[in-house]
C-alpha cells in the first residue's frame, strides 16, 4: 500500500524558516518522481515544487521561488520542503504528492495527509 | 499559466440522482504526445485529495464505475450516475499538459440535499 506521511509543520513568525519532510513507504520511491502541493485554509490547491526520481530536475512555482528548496534522499525514503522568508501567504497545509504511472504515462496518483504551515507572529 | 474553471461552484444533490461538474481550460489541453492530461479529483472533509479520473476518462484504481469522465480540448465534465453519501466533498479538475506548472480548478463542493 502506497503511503506518504508527511512531518515538520508548526507555527512560524513571518520571516522564520521551518523543513517539511515526508516519508515514502510502500513502493520504490526512488523510481518515482515527487511533486509538492499545498492548500491555505478553506482555499484551493496550489502546485509548489516538482522533483524527478534522481533529483536532476527540480522546477517550482514564481510564488516560492528563491525562497523555498524542494530536495529528496532516496536512501530514506525521504522528500524535503525546505522553506524561508515564510509569509502569512505561505499559510497553508502542505501535501506531498507522487507522479505515478497510469497507462504508461505520468499522472499524480497519491498524496500524503498533509502537514500545516502557519505563519504568524 | 493555464488557467481552470469549474461550474458550479456548489451542487447540492438528492441522494441516488446524478451530479455532473464542468471544467473548462484557458488553453488547449491537448499535448504534443497526443494526450489530454486533464483529472479529476475527489477530497472529503478533512482530507487529502485521491484521484479519481486521469486522462480525460480513465478511473484510477478502486474508484467505482459511477464516475465517468468526458470531453475533449478545453471543456470536460466530470459526471456521477447515482450520488452516494460517501461522494460528498470538493472536486477538482486539474491539469498536467504544461507540467510542471500543475493548476487546479477552483473545486466544486458536492453536498446532499
Known amino acids: 500500500e502506497v503511503q506518504l506521511v508527511e512531518s515538520g509543520g508548526g507555527l512560524v513568525q513571518p520571516g522564520g524558516s521551518l523543513r517539511l519532510s515526508c516519508v515514502a513507504s510502500?513502493?520504490?520511491?526512488?523510481?518515482?518522481?515527487m511533486n509538492w502541493v499545498r492548500q491555505a485554509p478553506g482555499k484551493g490547491l496550489e502546485w509548489v515544487s516538482y522533483?524527478?526520481?534522481?533529483?536532476?530536475?527540480?522546477y517550482y512555482a514564481d510564488s516560492v521561488k528563491g525562497r523555498f528548496t524542494i530536495s529528496r534522499d532516496n536512501a530514506k525514503n525521504a522528500l524535503y520542503l525546505q522553506m524561508n522568508s515564510l509569509r502569512a501567504e505561505d499559510t497553508a497545509v502542505y501535501y506531498c504528492?507522487?507522479?505515478?504511472?497510469?497507462?504508461?504515462?505520468?499522472?499524480?496518483?497519491?498524496w500524503g495527509q498533509g502537514t500545516l504551515v502557519t505563519v504568524s507572529s | 499559466d493555464i488557467v481552470m474553471t469549474q461550474t458550479p461552484l456548489s451542487s447540492p444533490v438528492t441522494l441516488g440522482q446524478p451530479a455532473s461538474i464542468s471544467c473548462r481550460s484557458s488553453q488547449s489541453l491537448v499535448h504534443s504526445d497526443g494526450n489530454t492530461y486533464l483529472s479529476w479529483l475527489h477530497q472529503r472533509p478533512g482530507q487529502p485529495p485521491r484521484l479519481l479520473i486521469y486522462k480525460i476518462s480513465n478511473r484510477f484504481s478502486g474508484v467505482p464505475d459511477r464516475f465517468s469522465g468526458s470531453g475533449a480540448g478545453t471543456d470536460f465534465t466530470l459526471k456521477i450516475s447515482r450520488v452516494e453519501a460517501e461522494d460528498v466533498g470538493v472536486y477538482y479538475c486539474?491539469?498536467?499538459?504544461?507540467?510542471?506548472?500543475?493548476?487546479f480548478g477552483q473545486g466544486t463542493k458536492l453536498e446532499i440535499k
Open positions: 486539474m491539469q498536467a499538459t504544461q507540467f510542471p506548472l500543475y493548476t
Open positions: 510502500g513502493f520504490t520511491f526512488s523510481s518515482y518522481s
Open positions: 504528492a507522487r507522479v505515478g504511472y497510469c497507462s504508461s504515462t505520468s499522472c499524480v496518483d497519491y
Open positions: 522533483i524527478s526520481s534522481s533529483g536532476s530536475i527540480i
